[in-house]
């Protein structure tokens, strides 16, 4: 039994051989580009030679109003994309499950398919949605339905202009996202309901016959880790958005800044061969991130 137990050396090192690749990976296109940004972000802009001149691209961005536009766009951005994702995945993963078996992995296939879709293919598709006059949300929705009353919004009942409207602009944006991922969300939250033990839904059965109380006590307490990595999966993706926005947008902001991110803005300044600057915007989301990561961590700790 002795014998039996022993490890032998090589394998005490199979763990660490095994993480190899992924630590490969992880060090080339992730801690490397990293520390290149953040030398960059500390050089002077333009082509020519390297010029070391220290924190003056932070301190710049302190006082530029388009960086602070960028990121109030991006925070709402996010936090709206995360408000309407997050329960209308909720939703539909709870009507999938009530659904036939037959027709779930059809159903499920649907839903995953705008996510499957490349994201530039995908804002070329929106462009007909938000296409001025002639759109197809405006000709099927805000034109026929009057949506916008003239006492609500002060645009009478014509059509909304989405992409160069400032007040539409991000709506017009989120819109798109949610499109794009409220699918694959429900794919992440039914695996995480199926997951569950029927354990739990028979003794809350004893206790209690409403089926609100099964979910409020049961589904939603069990789905928290889950619905966590959505959040997080959101922000990342909120933060990183580039090609939706730029084929929407054309690489601006819109009218008056209303859809500038913050990827957007970086590429406005490398379009310049202000890289120093780029490289520091792009710096300056690295703190922002680690936090979400760890109010997500500790959220989780807490709900355990």
Same mark, same amino acid.
């Given at each position: 039994?002795?014998?039996?137990?022993?490890?032998?050396?090589?394998?005490?090192?199979?763990? +660490?051989? *095994? =993480? /190899? #690749?992924? %630590?490969?990976?992880?060090?080339?296109?992730? @801690?490397?580009? $990293?520390?290149?940004?953040?030398?960059?972000?500390?050089?002077?802009?333009?082509?020519?030679?390297?010029?070391?001149?220290?924190?003056?691209?932070?301190?710049?961005?302190?006082?530029?109003?388009?960086?602070?536009?960028?990121?109030?766009?991006?925070?709402?951005?996010?936090?709206?994309?995360?408000?309407?994702?997050?329960?209308?995945?909720?939703?539909?993963?709870?009507?999938?499950?009530?659904?036939?078996?037959?027709?779930?992995?059809?159903?499920? +296939?649907? *839903? =995953? /398919? #705008?996510? %499957?879709?490349?994201?530039?293919?995908?804002? @070329?598709?929106? $462009?007909?949605?938000?296409?001025?006059?002639?759109?197809?949300?405006?000709?099927?929705?805000?034109?026929?339905?009057?949506?916008?009353?003239?006492?609500?919004?002060?645009?009478?009942?014509?059509?909304?202009?989405?992409?160069?409207?400032?007040?539409?602009?991000?709506?017009?944006?989120?819109?798109?996202?949610?499109?794009?991922?409220?699918?694959?969300?429900?794919?992440?939250?039914?695996?995480?309901?199926?997951?569950?033990?029927?354990?739990?839904?028979?003794?809350?059965? /004893?206790?209690?016959?409403?089926?609100?109380?099964?979910?409020?006590?049961?589904? $939603?307490?069990?789905?928290?880790?889950?619905?966590?990595?959505?959040?997080?999966?959101?922000?990342?993706?909120?933060?990183?958005?580039?090609?939706?926005?730029?084929?929407?947008?054309?690489?601006?902001?819109?009218?008056?800044?209303?859809?500038?991110?913050?990827?957007?803005?970086?590429?406005?300044?490398?379009?310049?061969?202000?890289?120093?600057?780029?490289?520091?915007?792009?710096?300056?989301?690295?703190?922002?991130?680690?936090?979400?990561?760890?109010?997500?961590?500790? /959220?989780?700790?807490?709900?355990?």
């Amino acid at each position: 039994m002795a014998a039996a137990n022993q490890r032998t050396p090589g394998a005490r090192w199979m763990p +660490f051989l *095994l =993480l /190899l #690749p992924f %630590l490969f990976f992880l060090l080339l296109f992730w @801690v490397i580009p $990293l520390v290149g940004g953040v030398k960059m972000s500390l050089q002077a802009n333009g082509l020519g030679q390297a010029e070391y001149v220290g924190f003056a691209h932070y301190k710049a961005l302190a006082n530029d109003e388009r960086y602070a536009t960028a990121l109030r766009n991006s925070f709402v951005y996010t936090l709206a994309s995360i408000v309407v994702i997050v329960p209308l995945a909720l939703w539909l993963a709870h009507l999938l499950r009530a659904t036939f078996r037959r027709l779930r992995p059809l159903l499920t +296939f649907a *839903l =995953l /398919l #705008p996510a %499957l879709t490349p994201p530039s293919v995908l804002a @070329v598709l929106f $462009l007909m949605v938000f296409h001025g006059k002639n759109g197809l949300l405006n000709q099927l929705f805000v034109m026929p339905l009057g949506i916008f009353s003239e006492q609500a919004l002060g645009h009478g009942l014509g059509p909304v202009s989405w992409l160069k409207d400032p007040d539409f602009i991000l709506s017009g944006l989120v819109l798109q996202t949610v499109w794009r991922w409220t699918g694959f969300m429900t794919f992440f939250i039914l695996a995480g309901m199926e997951g569950i033990p029927r354990v739990y839904y028979e003794a809350a059965r /004893l206790a209690t016959g409403s089926r609100w109380q099964h979910f409020w006590h049961v589904t $939603l307490p069990q789905l928290r880790p889950v619905l966590l990595f959505v959040a997080v999966y959101l922000v990342v993706d909120g933060f990183s958005l580039f090609s939706g926005a730029f084929v929407l947008l054309g690489g601006s902001g819109g009218t008056a800044d209303a859809g500038l991110l913050t990827v957007t803005y970086v590429f406005q300044k490398m379009r310049f061969f202000e890289y120093g600057t780029a490289s520091a915007i792009s710096v300056s989301l690295l703190p922002l991130m680690t936090l979400a990561l760890w109010v997500a961590l500790f /959220l989780r700790r807490r709900t355990a």
